[in-house]
């Protein structure tokens, strides 16, 4: 596959997400980095910014099947799965598929359910395949889960466990619009909802191919060392009780790919590791004195203090 097609087929894919998702170039490139890293997103912000938004306009824009759960204290596991139910016809049971069978998944305010329905989804986002009844059923390919939490809201909900927040490669806030974003955004939506007018750019067989394009990125050798540098200096500094897992070191090393790629190269810079840092591996790090996941700011600031101790290769 050639250079400019790659280059081609991630332009049309982000102008598209841009035409209805406005002011947040980067937040739309980093929601790409890891569809095309084959992992899944944690959006942590205040309700009514555009996180819905965001995955019904990647839907559209691949021409992909997109889900919604809206996570609640009493939302169970099989209303995620799915499950098997009788058929008194044929005297079998016949399996039901759940949301969690989509290319995009949008899991609305996560936290506010309890831990064994959050659980629910790891073998999903795992492994692409969920087990009901004793039965394995394969999810569609590509699969990307966007899930959501309101940072400000602790009522009800649930801080969720470490082995949850491992599996989402980046976590980042979407924030709030400039003032003429905000103002583009009012006045587009006088003839109704322009996300429902989205066509599609791409195919979803393009968007596996470009997965595994991501895998042929070049990683200089002095850049694995800085990007491991990293992640020992996570589990070696004083200030932090647990520090990356190695799985969180391969997203890493994945993530700095996919976003190579996005960023029309086929080779990574120190820049991608950098600018990737915070949103890979700090919710995936325990500062001390902190519970998993219950201070974003405090474990942010550990990463940039980590990155600012550590020689950067020519």
Known sequence: MSQPNLAEDLHRLQANIEEVVLGKPDVIKLVITALLAGEHILLEDVPGVGKTLIGKAIAKSISGEFSRLQFTPDLLPSDITGSSIYNSNTSEFIFSPGPIFANIVLADEINRAPPRTQSALLEAMGESQVSVDGETHMLPKPLLVIATQNPFEFEGTYLLPESQLDRFLLRIAVGYPSRPAERSLLESHRRGEPVNELQPVIDLDRIVTLQ????????ESSLVDYLLDIA????????????????????????????????????????DIKRLAVPVLAHRIVPRGMLPGSDRSAAEEVVVELLGKLSVPT
């Open 232 to 271: 020992h200096a996570t589990r070696e500094s004083k200030e932090i009780q647990v520090g990356v897992s190695t799985r969180g070191t391969l997203a890493f090393y994945r993530a700095a790919q996919a976003l190579a790629l996005v960023e029309n190269r086929q080779h990574v810079v120190p820049d």
């Open 212 to 219: 595994a394009a991501v895998r042929q990125i070049h990683f």
